[in-house]
T-cell receptor
């Protein structure tokens, strides 16, 4: 099993602050995905990154895939209460039989 | 387009009782997954189907858990008998599968199981 470590595990910030969460592994992934999960719902895919060094932006969210394709970061600018949720990274690809390995997630709380 | 449908959304049973969960994936998605998610944790794969074939069930506790996807569309996950430690959210996901992409998975809302 290819392990993904996410940090921090918990994060509580005020509206308007910036934050970065990290996803690290000793394994190389063909692709890495970020999901957000709200209470009582299933994870929802935010982005897929596939190329080392790739940067993708989704409104106030910026995702980066490490050059070696072993790690990734998610940066949120000017966080809003609607960003509250569990952020999960998941790595996969042909080497893992197209299955995904999920990290334990970063639980984010943004207060007004 | 309808997303992944799961039922029931919530289930409360006493230990040693059987329970079943149902999942209908997105139309055209060949790959179906069942995950277990404990509170504050990421999903853990239980079983993965490619069409009607279970291609990865290495993490499924086969003494009490079983799953089927007879016609390669919807699927049922069963626990018999349930134990206290089975209390969790059971998520179903689907994807196009194979070499058709980067395995982007779409999740249902999950079934929250409480075993008393």
């Amino acid at each position: 099993t290819q392990l993904l470590e996410q940090s921090p595990q918990f994060l509580s910030i005020q509206e308007g602050e910036n934050l970065t969460v990290y996803c690290n592994s000793s394994s190389v992934f063909s692709s890495l995905q970020w999901y957000r999960q709200e209470p009582g719902e299933g994870p929802v895919l935010l982005v897929t990154v596939v190329t080392g060094g790739e940067v993708k932006k989704l409104k106030r969210l910026t995702f980066q895939f490490g050059d070696a394709r072993k790690d990734s970061s998610l940066h949120i600018t000017a966080a809003q209460p609607g960003d509250t949720g569990l952020y999960l990274c998941a790595g996969g690809g042909a080497n893992s039989g197209y299955a995904l390995n999920f990290g334990k997630g970063t639980s984010l709380l943004v207060t007004p | 387009e309808a997303g992944v449908v799961q039922s029931p959304r919530y289930k409360i049973i006493e230990k040693k009782q059987p329970v079943a969960f149902w999942c209908n994936p997105i139309s055209g998605h060949n790959t179906l997954y069942w995950y277990l998610q404990n509170l504050g944790q990421g999903p853990e794969l239980l079983i993965r189907y490619e069409n009607e074939e279970a291609v990865d069930d290495s993490q499924l506790p086969k003494d009490r858990f079983s799953a089927e996807r007879l016609k390669g569309v919807d699927s049922t996950l069963k626990i018999q008998p349930a134990e206290l430690g089975d209390s969790a959210v059971y998520l179903c996901a689907s994807s196009l599968g194979g070499a058709s992409g980067y395995n982007e998975q779409f999740f249902g809302p999950g079934t929250r199981l409480t075993v008393l």
